[in-house]
């Protein structure tokens, strides 16, 4: 692609919504496995920081059990949710779908969080590096299958699959 435009009104990933069978089971994986620190749990739904807490980098498991906003009571003419509902369960996995999302990990820290969901008995293919992007790249599964990634920019591993995407 020529001619890099800056975004008009995208600064940065925010969060990522997934929907989950176990909210429970995700949030243990999610912590447990991947190392990410929780804002809020409640029984179906939860955020957790994807970053340091505190910054707007979160991702938030829904429950597969949630209704789609088409059918939920809904209050007012805005079509927002009722007011007695949780902000973050404001969408149903139904409104969303299954995902792909990557997780930065600085190279210097690669090798510790693979080994670390190694280490928890969970399959991670790679490394995949991705020359043109001058990153590295694993992949792993969660709990319902979405795929999740750690992506490291920074010198390429140079003995795994090779990529030239990114």
């Known amino acids: 692609m020529s001619g890099a435009r800056e975004p008009k009104f995208c600064f940065g990933l925010s969060e990522v919504a997934l929907g989950v069978e176990s909210v429970s089971a995700s949030v243990r994986f999610y912590t447990e496995v991947?190392?990410?620190?929780?804002?809020?749990?409640?029984e179906?739904?939860?955020?957790?920081?994807?970053?340091?807490?505190?910054?707007?980098?979160?991702?938030?498991?829904?429950?597969?059990?949630?209704?789609?906003l088409a059918r939920r009571d809904r209050s007012g003419v805005?079509?927002?949710?009722?007011?007695?509902?949780?902000?973050?369960?404001?969408?149903?996995?139904?409104?969303i779908g299954r995902a792909h999302f990557a997780f930065l990990v600085p190279n210097d820290r690669l090798d510790e969080a693979v080994a670390h969901v190694r280490e928890q008995g969970v399959d991670i293919w790679g490394p995949v590096d991705f020359?043109?992007?001058r990153a590295t790249a694993y992949y792993?599964?969660?709990?319902d299958s979405n795929l999740v990634e750690f992506w490291s920019p920074g010198e390429t591993q140079a003995a795994g699959p090779q990529a030239t995407g990114g």
């Open 78 to 95: 805005t079509g927002r949710p009722a007011e007695d509902s949780s902000p973050i369960s404001s969408f149903s996995p139904k409104d």
């Open 131 to 133: 020359e043109l992007a």
């Open 140 to 143: 792993f599964l969660d709990p």
């Open 44 to 68: 179906q739904a939860a955020i957790l920081w994807a970053g340091q807490p505190g910054e707007q980098r979160r991702l938030i498991l829904l429950s597969r059990a949630l209704a789609p």
């Open 34 to 42: 991947v190392g990410l620190v929780p804002e809020k749990v409640e």
